[in-house]
C-alpha cells in the first residue's frame, strides 16, 4: 500500500501503527527468505518507535505524512547502532556511532525503520550479485535480479516489504533497479539531498532518493529528507519548497526530448517499443516529443567508469583493518596488515573498480585517463544545459533490458557496465532524474520509463511522471510472493 | 593502451592489494577490455576543455569555529578490530 492510503488510515483510526509494523514483519518472515531483500530487522527498535507514532497520532502532535510509516534503508546508509555492511565483509560488524542525516530525519518524522537491505558491495554493481551475504531475487520471477545496486531496496517496495525504501544513485543505482522491478526510483539533484552518512563510493556523483510505490510517495519522501545539512558542505539551500506542489498541474504544452542514441544499439525491441507507447501517450496529453542528437550519449559509460572508480579507490583507502573493521590476523608490519586485510575483506568488483581507479589516477596515466574523463564531464554538463534551454526534460528508457537470470553476466564486467548507457550521465551532471514503470514485456518482467529534467526541477519532472502513471494507471505493481 | 602483468602488479602495489596469480591473470583481460573501452575518449577533442572534478562550483565552505562536543572516544572505538589504552592499535612502523 502507498504512504499517501496508509497515511488517511493511520490517521483515521483504522489501523494501529504498532498493527501496521507486525504486519510487515510477518509478511518479511514469510516471504523474505524467497526474495532476500533484508541484510538485517531492527524489530525491538521498531516496536518502540511504533509507540512512539501511535502516541503521536493519538494526541495529533506534529503529524507529517510519514508519521508511522513503515520503510527500509540501503545497507551503505548509516544507522546508529543499527549494523550497517554495505554489503560487505569488511563492515559485516560494523555498528555506526551517529545516524545519517536522511536517517535523522526519517526519525524526526516518527518513520518506522523496518530494517536495513541488500546491495552490491558498496554500491558496486548492477544486479546485488556482488552482495559478500547474497543475492536478492526479483518478485517479478525469482530466477532474475533485481537490479542494482539498491537490488534490496527495490525488491523490497515491489514485494511490499515496506512502504518505502531509500536507495542510492552513483551511476543508475536507485533507478534502473526500479526499472527492473516495476517501482519507482527518484534520483535527486546533486545537492538535493545530504550525504552525511552515506557510506562514500564516489563523492561528486553519490545522491540517496527514495524508491516508491508511487510517483507521489517519491514526493512525499523527498519533500522529507531534503535540504542544506551542515554536515554535508556539497548540500544545497533549497529553501521550503514541497516537490509535489505541481503535481497535478496539466502538462500540456511542455516539451520533451528523445535523444536518438537512447532507440539505437543494444536496447531490446520490447523496451523500445514499450518507450514509443510512452511517447505517443505523452503526445496525446498535448506534450511536444522532439529527436535530438544527444553526441556525447556514447562517451558518458567510459567517462563514468574513470571517474567513478577513481573517486571510489581514494574512498575505499579507508578500509585499512585498524579503525573499524575486519582486519587479517596474519601480518608481521603495517603494510601486510593492510594488504591481507584488504585482498580478504574486498569482494572481486570491489576489487576491480578499486584496481582501475588507482590506474587512471597513478604517475603516467592521470593525464591520459583521469584528466581527459573530467574534460568530457565538461562537454557532457554542457550538452545537458543546452537541451535544458529548449527542452522541460529528457526522455527515454532507463535501461536497454528487462531483468536478467541472476548469473547471466557474472563474467563479463564491461558488459554489465554497459547497461549503464542511459543512466550514467545523468550523474556526470549532477542531474535529477525518475525511473516509473511503463509496461511488460513477454516475460511479465517490468519496464522502465526515465524522465530527466534540468538541475533543481524536481517538481517538473515529478509532475511528468505523475501525468503519465496518472493515465497508463501503471502503479502499485506489488507482487505477493 | 595495452596494460601489463607488470603494470597490474605494480597497480596493485599501491592500492595495498595482493593477488594470486590467477587474480592477475583474469584482471589482465578484464581491465584490458575495459581500457580498450575506454580509449574511445580519445576521439573527442579536449584541448581546450576545462576539466569538471565537480558539478557544484564550490571551493572552500567555511563556518564558524565553535567548541562543540564531538563523538565520545568508546563509541569511536566500539569497532576497531584492535585498541589499547583507548587508542587504535597497530604494529609498530619503527624500530
Do not use: W
Not at chain 1, 65 to 78: E, Q, S, W
Not at chain 1, 411 to 433: C, F, K, Q, R, S
Amino acid at each position: 500500500m502507498t504512504i499517501e492510503k496508509l497515511h488517511v488510515k493511520l490517521i483515521n483510526k483504522e489501523i494501529k501503527v504498532e498493527e501496521l509494523v507486525d504486519s510487515y514483519y510477518k509478511k518479511i518472515k514469510k516471504s523474505d527468505s524467497k526474495i532476500g531483500a533484508y541484510i538485517s530487522l531492527c524489530q525491538d527498535k521498531a516496536m518502540i518507535a511504533a509507540k512512539k507514532a501511535q502516541l503521536k497520532i493519538d494526541n495529533n502532535d506534529n503529524v507529517t505524512m510519514l508519521t508511522g510509516i513503515p520503510l527500509a534503508i540501503k545497507d551503505n546508509i548509516c544507522t546508529k547502532d543499527i549494523i550497517t555492511t554495505c554489503g560487505s565483509r569488511f563492515l559485516e560488524t560494523f555498528e555506526p556511532p551517529y545516524n545519517a542525516t536522511v536517517v535523522n530525519k526519517l526519525y524526526e518524522h516518527d518513520g518506522i525503520v523496518l530494517g536495513k537491505l541488500n546491495l552490491d558491495e558498496f554500491a558496486m554493481g548492477g544486479s546485488t550479485e556482488n552482495s559478500y551475504f547474497k543475492s536478492t531475487k526479483n518478485p517479478f520471477n525469482l530466477e532474475r535480479v533485481p537490479g542494482g545496486s539498491s537490488g534490496g531496496s527495490a525488491a523490497c517496495v515491489a514485494a511490499d516489504l515496506a512502504t518505502f525504501t531509500l536507495g542510492s544513485d552513483t551511476g543508475g543505482s536507485i533507478r534502473q533497479p526500479a526499472s527492473f522491478c516495476g517501482v519507482v526510483g527518484l534520483k535527486p539533484t546533486y545537492g538535493t539531498v545530504s550525504r552525511y552518512g552515506l557510506v562514500a563510493f564516489a563523492s561528486s556523483l553519490d545522491q540517496i532518493g527514495p524508491i516508491t510505490k508511487t510517483v507521489k510517495d517519491a514526493g512525499i519522501v523527498l519533500n522529507a529528507i531534503s535540504g542544506i545539512d551542515r554536515y554535508d558542505s556539497t548540500s544545497s539551500d533549497i529553501g521550503n519548497i514541497d516537490f509535489n506542489e505541481n503535481i497535478n498541474k496539466d502538462i500540456k504544452g511542455m516539451r520533451l526530448a528523445i535523444p536518438k542514441q537512447y532507440l539505437e544499439g543494444k536496447i531490446s525491441p520490447q523496451v523500445k517499443e514499450s518507450i514509443k507507447k510512452a511517447l505517443n501517450e505523452y503526445e496525446k496529453m498535448g506534450v511536444t516529443i522532439e529527436e535530438i542528437d544527444l553526441k556525447l550519449a556514447d562517451y558518458a559509460i567510459a567517462a563514468y567508469y574513470i571517474i567513478s572508480s577513481a573517486e571510489a579507490s581514494s574512498n575505499l583507502a579507508r578500509y585499512d583493518g585498524v579503525k573499524y573493521g575486519y582486519r587479517n590476523k596474519e601480518f608481521s608490519n603495517l603494510i601486510e596488515l593492510y594488504k591481507n586485510t584488504r585482498s580478504e575483506g574486498f569482494g572481486d568488483e570491489v576489487k576491480r573498480r578499486i584496481m582501475l581507479g588507482t590506474y587512471v589516477l597513478s604517475s603516467g596515466y592521470y593525464d591520459a585517463y583521469y584528466k581527459k574523463a573530467l574534460q568530457v564531464r565538461t562537454l557532457i554538463k554542457n550538452e545537458f544545459d543546452e537541451i535544458f534551454k529548449k527542452f522541460d526534460g529528457i526522455i527515454g528508457p532507463t535501461a536497454p533490458t528487462t531483468a536478467f537470470k541472476i548469473g547471466e553476466k557474472n563474467n563479463d564486467p564491461l558488459e554489465m557496465y554497459l547497461g549503464d548507457i542511459y543512466t550514467v550521465a545523468v550523474n556526470i551532471a549532477g542531474l535529477p532524474a525518475i525511473s516509473i514503470p511503463c509496461g511488460f514485456d513477454d516475460n511479465n518482467l517490468p519496464i522502465g520509463l526515465q524522465i530527466i529534467g534540468k538541475a533543481f526541477d524536481e517538481r517538473k519532472i515529478l509532475q511528468l511522471a505523475y501525468a503519465y502513471e496518472q493515465k497508463t494507471k501503471l502503479y502499485e505493481l506489488s507482487k505477493e510472493v | 593502451m595495452q596494460i601489463t602483468k607488470k603494470t597490474i602488479n605494480h597497480v596493485a602495489n599501491l592500492a595495498r592489494l595482493n593477488l594470486k596469480d590467477e587474480e592477475v591473470n583474469t584482471l589482465l583481460t578484464q581491465m584490458g577490455e575495459i581500457l580498450t573501452y575506454i580509449d574511445k575518449l580519445n576521439s573527442l577533442d579536449t584541448s581546450n576543455v576545462k576539466p569538471m572534478e565537480h558539478v557544484k562550483p564550490i571551493s572552500n565552505v567555511f563556518r564558524e569555529d565553535v567548541i562543540a562536543p564531538s563523538f565520545n572516544r568508546d563509541d569511536i572505538l566500539k569497532n576497531a578490530p584492535e585498541k589499547e589504552d583507548g587508542a587504535f592499535s597497530v604494529p609498530k612502523i619503527m624500530d
